[in-house]
């Protein structure tokens, strides 16, 4: 270390959640001992008329500004660093690869608590495990306790010693089903099980199943680049049995003593996969999403920070957790846009992790049934290892897809009538009807019969969605409501119509259509409240539902053995998309909805009703798969030097009225033409959407041939938009490989 004299002088580069492209300095507190000071610590800092929660980036002999302008460090929050070398590394990859401020960048790595400040220490858990009287019981003497029954049986079949987060993550109200067991002696509170690495044989609580030649192949392969960098594509058609592959190489990583990093791109899959990894695994499992608790998410977080966590099931937002023994990370459903962030700090989760992969030098597998052109292109270039699952697990068969040319049929909201005919011919035989409509609310359009009419929202170029039940009337843009009109506002009398279709308005049809059947609606309005998607999953699971009916929550990675028929009620809406992304997604989301059918012995039949039977995209799917679909997209991407044959940004603004944001864009034109790059600019013209929340939003894209050449253009670009004149009057973001254009 420096002399004294140096130490005391140290300068401390500070990372603040500011929109600013730089570190701020600071003077070291009094009566510190330097030796104890890493990077990754957060401390806290005066900051204009208040404090902020930063992190230590590095430490500096001096500063640019003069030393006797620097405040001092308020406090230094956390005695060890809470991010390593190689986290910092990688935020700081992200940060200049995404031209994000590094501050905002970090603060993403923590969850809410910690950047509030809070201290970085685990609750003391209480243990729980079944007496002797417990091992023995049979829970049937339990039947008019059912709570306490649920309870036993959950301790009985796989759990041997329980923590209190463990139980809370089982079921919210487990604590009065705790206190009867306890009372009753079935139950006692027992030491906290130790924390040393588990042998090979106790780290699985119920055996695996037997895998096929393909499945064994992926597991091998992954296996045996165990402790090094390398990136599988697993590409398995839906029900290939995906995830008991996951299962096994984990298996393999706890096996090692190292931790494994899963993420998905929807928190309705968690549930499901959870409860599997903890039939399977005695390792501690930790959980990290958005629908959690703040002090949940700081528990998951420390759990893996500390090493006490071996493996992490989260979102996209678990990406960035510290971990004390890294051995594999996974992407589920890889293609999945849910894994890009489309808000403020614009990162690929699936991207940043196969970065992150290289830099701590462990696996990467990135696992679909559809595959994303990006990956498929990175397999062909040899960068990725693909892996082929081509056969559905056990005696599933594929499901047939069926195209139902609906033209000139007669249709009752939506559904036609050889369409109800099957839906009441798989219910006769007490199998499941999954039906698919990607579009939430009773009718996207509230229109005048008389005059033509139609309710549009003020502050964006849309119209407001029917919401019956509320009896209101909703923008999915913006999120502005009214309540719901009964006449029409233009012409005074003219009668007010729902056109189109929504959820709302076809679960109401099928209640009709199926009165004595249960119909069961999951979207993001039916599944907001806490604990209510588990319900649902378990209605269906237990056979409590008839038809379900939903949104792309249900489209992957769900199991419903019994669902026999799949309909998709409007796939010409994906056919016609303006953004060249849009056959790619419907290709997607056809198959993954496809894949819910048949899962288990009785076969499966899939139904997409359309007007456009013709169309080359469904044809192609249907005759020839997704790889042949995939592999003609991908000629076609090439032809138009379109991605991932050439690479993209995006620059975004949006203001109050519709001139400024093109005068802006017209000055960062003028920039980009001082400096000599091969890089397109296309635009400046209006968004998809011109205006949304109040605000008109026009676009610039950027588009080169060499990743290389647009970074040089953003980084030279980035300093000098800062400093336009109108940039205080506008609001501009940059999204770096787009997944859409809107």
């Known amino acids: 270390m420096p002399n004294s004299s140096i130490d005391k002088n140290r300068i401390f580069r500070i990372a603040l959640t500011l929109p600013l492209n730089r570190l701020f300095d600071y003077l070291a507190p009094e009566k510190i001992d330097l030796d104890q000071i890493k990077p990754g610590i957060r401390v806290r800092v005066p900051f204009a008329r208040g404090e902020k929660i930063g992190v230590l980036v590095e430490l500096a002999e001096k500063s640019d500004r003069d030393s ?37 960048v970090i603060m993403t790595a923590f969850p809410a608590l910690l950047r509030e400040g809070k201290h970085a220490c685990l609750k003391q858990d209480k243990y729980y495990a079944l007496t002797d009287i417990g091992k023995s019981l049979d829970s049937r003497k339990l039947q008019r306790a059912p709570k306490q029954k649920a309870l036993l049986e959950f301790m009985q079949s796989f759990v041997s010693t329980a923590s209190t987060k463990q139980l809370a993550s089982w079921q919210d109200n487990w604590r009065p089903a705790l206190k009867q067991l306890l009372i009753k002696k079935i139950l006692q509170e027992t030491n906290q099980p130790a924390s040393s690495t588990p042998k090979a044989k106790e780290i699985i609580r119920t055996p695996e199943f037997a895998t096929n030649p393909q499945q064994q192949k992926a597991i091998d392969a992954v296996c045996h680049a165990l402790g090094r960098f390398q990136v599988f594509l697993l590409e ?71 090493g006490k966590g071996s493996i992490l099931l989260g979102t996209r937002s678990a990406l960035f957790t510290p971990l004390t023994q890294p051995g594999l990370i996974i992407l589920d459903e890889e293609h999945d846009n849910s894994f890009k962030q489309q808000e403020g700090f614009r990162f690929s989760a699936r991207d940043v992790a196969v970065v992150r992969g290289k830099m701590l030098n462990i696996p990467v597998l990135l696992g679909t049934a559809t595959p994303s052109l990006e990956s498929l292109h990175n397999a062909a270039k040899k960068r990725y290892q693909l892996l082929h699952l081509p056969d559905r697990a056990g005696n599933a068969l594929a499901p047939t897809i069926q195209l139902m040319d609906i033209r000139n049929k007669k249709m009752q909201e939506g559904l036609s009538e050889p369409l109800l005919a099957q839906i009441k011919q798989t219910l006769a035989k007490k199998e499941q009807v999954l039906i698919f409509l990607n579009r939430r609310g009773y009718a996207p359009v509230l229109m005048c019969h008389s005059c033509g009419w139609i309710v549009r929202c003020h502050r964006c170029d849309a119209n407001l969605v029917i919401h019956y039940g509320e009896k209101i009337l909703r923008c999915h843009h913006c999120a502005q409501e009214q309540r719901l009109l009964q006449h029409c506002q233009s012409c005074k009398t003219g009668e ?97 909805v496809s894949g819910r059918a ?55 603004v949006l203001a109050v009225d519709k001139q400024t944001p093109q005068d802006f864009l017209q000055a960062v034109v003028h920039l980009i033409q001082e400096i000599d790059n091969p890089t397109k600019v296309l635009g400046p013209v209006p968004a998809p959407m011109a205006k949304r929340a109040g605000r008109y939003r026009f676009q610039l894209l950027l588009q080169s041939d060499k990743r290389q050449d647009l970074h040089y253009l953003l980084d030279f670009l980035i300093p000098k938009i800062e400093k336009i004149k109108l940039a205080k009057k506008v609001r501009w973001s940059l999204d770096v490989d787009p997944v859409d254009l809107f």
Do not use: C
Not at 574 to 588: M, N, R, S, T, W
């Open 68 to 104: 006797s302008s620097l405040k001092q460090i308020s406090e230094i929050l956390d005695e060890q660093p809470l991010l390593n070398n190689l986290d910092l590394k990688l935020l700081r990859w992200t940060s200049q690869y995404y031209h994000h401020p590094l501050g905002e």
């Open 496 to 592: 007010l119509t729902p056109i189109g279709l929504g959820t709302e308005r076809i679960e109401k049809a099928l209640q009709i259509f199926f009165p004595h059947h249960q119909t069961i609606r999951m979207d993001r309005d039916t599944t907001q409240r806490k604990g209510e998607l588990e319900k649902q999953l378990e209605k269906i699971n237990s056979g409590r539902a008839d038809i379900i009916l939903g949104t792309q929550m249900l489209a992957k990675g769900h199991h419903f053995p019994n669902v026999t028929l799949v309909t998709m009620l409007d796939v010409d809406g994906g056919l016609f998309g303006i953004d060249y992304h849009a056959p790619e997604k419907l290709a997607q989301m056809i198959v993954q």
């Open 598 to 652: 048949g899962r288990a012995e009785k076969p499966g039949k899939v139904i997409l009703q359309t007007r456009k039977p013709d169309h080359p995209l469904l044809l192609s799917l249907i005759h020839n798969g997704y790889s042949h679909f995939a592999n003609s997209a991908l000629a076609e991407r090439q032809t138009a030097q379109l991605p991932p044959f050439s690479h993209q940004a995006l620059l975004r």
């Open 236 to 306: 398995g058609v839906t029900g290939s049995g995906k995830t008991e592959v996951y299962m096994q190489i984990i298996q393999q990583v706890l096996a090692r003593g190292e931790q494994v990093l899963v993420l998905l791109p929807e928190i309705t899959l968690t549930p499901q996969l959870e409860e599997r990894f903890r039939h399977r695994f005695t390792a501690p499992i930790a959980i990290f999403h958005s629908k959690l608790s703040k002090t949940q998410r700081l528990e998951s977080w420390l759990q893996m920070q500390q």
